[in-house]
Structure formats: C-alpha cells, structure tokens
C-alpha cells in the first residue's frame, strides 16, 4: 500500500473557488483503479491548512492516477490557490 500526504494552504480569498476544484479531483480519483481512499481535510487549528490524505493499493496505480486528466489538472492549476508550495510526502508500506 501506497499513503501520500498534500499539505496545502491556500488564499483565504480564494477558498470558495478552491473547494470546488478539489471537489472534482477527490470524487474522480475515488474512482481510479486502486484507488483504497481519497479524502481532502481542513485543519482544524488553521482554517487555510488543508490536507489530501490518499491510500493506493500498489505504485503502479498511483502512477497511473498521475497520469489521469484529473490529477494533471490539479498540478496545471493547484498554483492559482495556494499561498506555498504544497508539501507532499509518499509513504509506502
């Protein structure tokens, strides 16, 4: 199994339209091959602290999750919301 962790903080003058960006990303990748959980949470001591939690079964479907139009849009546009760069960190078990 494969966790990956996306720290983000983003522009709080831009959270509503942030949203529902991730909202299209998360349902989609909740239906990727492999896919064993997809959630998005907000810190609760932060409210621009936002966090992407995902679980996959195996690298090669977490590769190819990188290679979905949903995903790729995210990297393409992720920019326009975040105040830094997001944190990413790969866990593999």
Known sequence: MIVVNVRMKINPDKRAEYLG????????????KGNL???H???TANEDQ?????????QEDLDAHLQTKHLINFQEHIGDYV???PELLFLKK
């Not at 960006?21 to 990727?32: A, E, G, H, P, R």
């Open 50 to 58: 936002y966090l992407i939690l995902e679980h996959w079964d195996s």
């Open 21 to 32: 960006f991730i909202k299209d990303l998360v349902s989609k990748s909740l239906n990727d």
């Open 83 to 85: 105040t830094e760069e």
């Open 41 to 43: 949470y907000q810190d």
């Open 37 to 39: 959980s997809y959630a």
